[in-house]
């Protein structure tokens, strides 16, 4: 089943169309990644699936309920955490999950049961300070245990790690991790690796559509080729490969480093018998041959360009 789902949804700002028949299904306990640059349009399309902006066409649906623009029935089963949570700064972390608690009608003794385990959870319990105090990382965290505080069925981040340090990142990312099963998990990023380290789906939003988008062992199958490093003892044997290498087109669009090659191919089964027996022709031992995987980031790129 899909947690959301998103069909021929296009947005205009005036005269500039930024969502284009964009369509989009997120599977129920999916950890999924909603990737664009700057400005592509990822708050807009999370602020149409909250019901907060009018699309002008299309039709989202949460939980297989319909997202009415200005109603907030389907953000019952949603928790978001904006780019830039704000907070009451004079409050502790309790304080505040008890205050929202009161909000969405949960009783004083769950209230006091679930803010103890998602502070837990987002690695705050214990902490006495007020919110005035935190640091980004901290604030963020508190605001994933404030949108998880109902038991949403989707969790949706808005670039919840852009603004961190590597540990604040990596805090925030090992919690998304960690409630994936329960919880299932949108958020928006232009940070590839963080995508690579713990989504199972991706999306790419590029010029107001999803560009690619599927599990990543898909996407890495279908749009990627694979790359191979030799590592040669010595120029020389590099440019000695090279020489020997000419008549074959396999070196276009190759990259050299040194005494290191990278060698790019959609076939590489094949051009790894083509590179072998040249290599044994030329009487050339690299000292390191490695089959690289393909990156998201490169992947991407070639996409967009
Ligand atoms: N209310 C608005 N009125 C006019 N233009 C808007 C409005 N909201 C967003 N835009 C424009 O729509 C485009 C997409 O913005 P959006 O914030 O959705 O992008 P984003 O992918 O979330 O980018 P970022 O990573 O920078 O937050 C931008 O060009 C932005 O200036």
């Known amino acids: 089943m899909n947690v959301l789902s998103i069909c021929n949804l296009s947005k205009s700002f005036g005269e500039q169309k930024i969502i284009k028949n964009l369509n989009l299904s997120v599977p129920e306990g999916s950890v999924f990644g909603f990737i664009g640059q700057n400005g592509a349009g990822k708050t807009t399309t999370m602020k149409m699936v909250l019901g907060l902006l009018q699309p002008d066409e299309g039709e989202i649906r949460v939980c297989n309920e319909p997202v009415r623009f200005g109603q907030t029935k389907t953000n019952q089963y949603i928790g978001y955490l904006p780019d830039v949570p704000e907070f009451y700064n004079y409050m502790t972390a ?123 062992s898909e996407i890495k199958a279908l749009h990627s080729h694979d790359s191979l490093l030799i590592e040669f003892s010595s120029e020389a044997d590099l440019q000695q490969f090279k020489a020997s290498m000419a008549k074959q087109p396999l070196l276009i669009g190759s990259e050299e480093k040194g005494r290191e090659m990278i060698i790019h191919s959609r076939e590489m089964k094949k051009a790894q018998h083509t590179i072998f027996s040249t290599l044994a022709e030329a009487d050339l031992a690299p000292v390191k041959v490695a089959l690289m995987e393909p990156s998201l980031e490169s992947l991407f790129l070639e996409v967009i360009k």
């Open 94 to 216: 309790i304080q505040y999950l008890t205050l929202c608690g009161e909000i969405v009608g949960l009783s004083k003794k769950i209230i006091s049961q679930k803010g103890q385990r998602l502070l837990s959870l987002v690695g705050l319990d214990g902490v006495e300070k007020r919110i005035g105090g935190y640091s980004r990382g901290m604030k963020q965290r508190l605001g994933i245990a404030q949108a998880l505080l109902a038991d949403p069925k989707l969790l949706i981040c808005d670039e919840p790690t852009s603004a961190l340090d590597p540990v604040g990142r990596k805090e925030i990312l090992d919690i998304l991790y960690k409630i994936r099963g329960t919880t299932t998990v949108l958020f928006s990023t232009h940070i590839l690796s963080d995508v690579e380290r713990i989504c199972d789906h991706v999306a790419l939003l590029n010029d107001g559509y999803i560009a690619v988008g599927g599990t990543l």
